[in-house]
């Protein structure tokens, strides 16, 4: 167990000398980690997608557009071939149960605090 001890600290003093020796001091170095930090990246992006998720959560869900044929000749493809022949076109809109749209949106925001939660814990954790 020493030998791993002694190879911890001499290597602790090689990277403790060659930061010395570089002259960047505590804000330089602390700045660097911070931007070449591949995690704290990913969280903060996780963060502003669940923050726009909360926006998207509070709107109703986008319309649809239907389309429908009946009765529709396949052999000549005339329309007044048969008078039972029927085009139908509209749209749909569906409503969600009053309060829902409140609840996913107070869930997504919930989310998307904790994502930024993490996101300070990660840069506290690096800048330690």
């Given at each position: 167990?020493?030998?791993?001890a002694?190879?911890a600290?001499?290597?602790?003093?090689?990277?403790?000398?060659?930061?010395?020796?570089?002259?960047?001091?505590?804000?330089t170095?602390?700045?660097?980690?911070?931007?070449?930090?591949?995690?704290?990246?990913?969280l903060?992006?996780?963060?502003?997608?669940?923050?726009?998720?909360?926006?998207?959560?509070?709107?109703l869900?986008d319309?649809?557009?239907?389309?429908?044929?009946?009765?529709?000749?396949?052999?000549?493809?005339h329309?007044?071939?048969?008078?039972?022949?029927?085009?139908?076109?509209?749209?749909?809109?569906?409503?969600?149960?009053?309060?829902?749209?409140?609840?996913?949106?107070?869930?997504?925001?919930?989310?998307?605090?904790a994502?930024?939660?993490?996101?300070?814990?990660?840069?506290?954790?690096?800048?330690?």
């Amino acid at each position: 167990m020493s030998r791993i001890a002694f190879a911890a600290t001499l290597l602790w003093l090689v990277a403790a000398r060659a930061t010395m020796a570089s002259g960047f001091d505590l804000q330089t170095v602390e700045h660097l980690a911070l931007q070449s930090d591949a995690g704290l990246a990913a969280l903060s992006a996780r963060a502003e997608a669940l923050a726009e998720q909360a926006v998207a959560e509070a709107q109703l869900p986008d319309p649809k557009l239907k389309l429908g044929l009946n009765n529709f000749p396949t052999d000549t493809f005339h329309r007044r071939q048969e008078p039972m022949t029927q085009v139908q076109v509209g749209v749909v809109q569906a409503f969600p149960a009053p309060g829902t749209l409140g609840h996913r949106e107070a869930q997504a925001t919930s989310l998307a605090r904790a994502a930024d939660a993490a996101v300070a814990e990660r840069r506290l954790a690096l800048l330690r």
